[in-house]
């Protein structure tokens, strides 16, 4: 049985002030969420503030983003070591946001994933297909090759520590929700490309759902057999939307 893991992706959002509120508001509601892990990733320079708000609620720390070198002459980044120092448990890799605006291919995804990994944190690696790729039907060809990327380098025993997040990149911050039907059949999928390598892996990787995922459509979709949580970008900036989803 997998546990349910939302998680909240908060962006380029946040001030020392907005940021303690929010902590704060979710700690008070994690009361009400039963059995789900619950974990937030601030922007870089607040998460020793957040993981010291953190500590003993349940909540868990990530980042963003992460450098895929180890230490040295690599100005503007921060290594896995330092995000561990600093609290952290997880990292996102792969966002669309960094493939799209920042140029990240596949495999400096894949480097990244290693170097998380490598320190101990557990990547939440992020998988998914632009509109145009949808409709013209090559959802999971994009997605196995983002796969592809890290089974290559890292090898399919690696997605035992580690979190996949579908991803749709047109539900993303749009308000456009994959439905459950068109989530699960992703989801399955990736699943199954697990599972033709090792099914024990396969069985135990959660898969989470990400793409404007809220408190009215969080239910339904966490009923599928293999959407094993949430990444949340807009609804995790305010305690009463993120907890709607961590209590569906
Ligand atoms: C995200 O950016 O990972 C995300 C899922 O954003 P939103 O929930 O706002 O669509």
Redesign the pocket.
């Known amino acids: 049985m997998r546990q349910t893991l939302v998680a909240g992706?908060w962006?380029l959002n946040g001030s020392k002030e907005s940021i303690q509120t929010l902590v704060k508001g979710i700690a008070d509601g994690m009361s009400g969420v039963d059995g789900k892990a619950v974990a937030v990733c601030p922007p870089y320079v607040y998460i020793p503030m957040v993981s010291e708000l953190a500590a003993g609620t349940g909540i868990a720390v990530g980042a963003q983003d992460v450098a895929d070198q180890e230490s040295g002459a690599f100005t503007g980044e921060v290594s896995a070591a330092m995000l561990k120092d600093v609290g952290c448990q997880y990292v996102i890799v792969g966002?669309s946001?960094r493939r799209s605006l920042y140029c990240e291919k596949d495999e400096d995804t894949a480097a990244k994933y290693v170097a998380a990994q490598k320190e101990g944190l557990t990547p939440i690696l992020c998988v998914g297909e632009l509109l145009e790729e949808r409709e013209s039907g090559d959802t999971e060809n994009v997605v196995a090759k983002q796969l592809d990327a890290v089974l290559s380098l890292a090898g399919v025993e690696s997605l035992a520590n580690a979190v996949i997040a579908y991803?749709p990149v047109w539900?993303?911050?749009?308000g456009k929700t994959a439905t459950p039907e068109q989530a699960q059949e992703v989801h399955a999928f990736i699943r199954g490309k697990i599972a033709a390598l090792d099914a024990s892996v396969a069985e135990k990787v959660q898969i989470l759902y990400?793409?404007?995922?809220n408190g009215s459509n969080a239910a339904e979709l966490l009923a599928m057999e293999d959407i094993d949580g949430g990444?949340?970008?807009?609804?995790s900036l305010t305690p009463d939307a993120f907890l709607a989803i961590c209590t569906a």
Request: cysteine-free; hydrophobic content about 35%; charged content about 15%.
């Open positions: 992706n962006k966002h946001e991803e539900a993303i911050g749009t990400g793409g404007s995922m990444l949340i970008g807009g609804a």
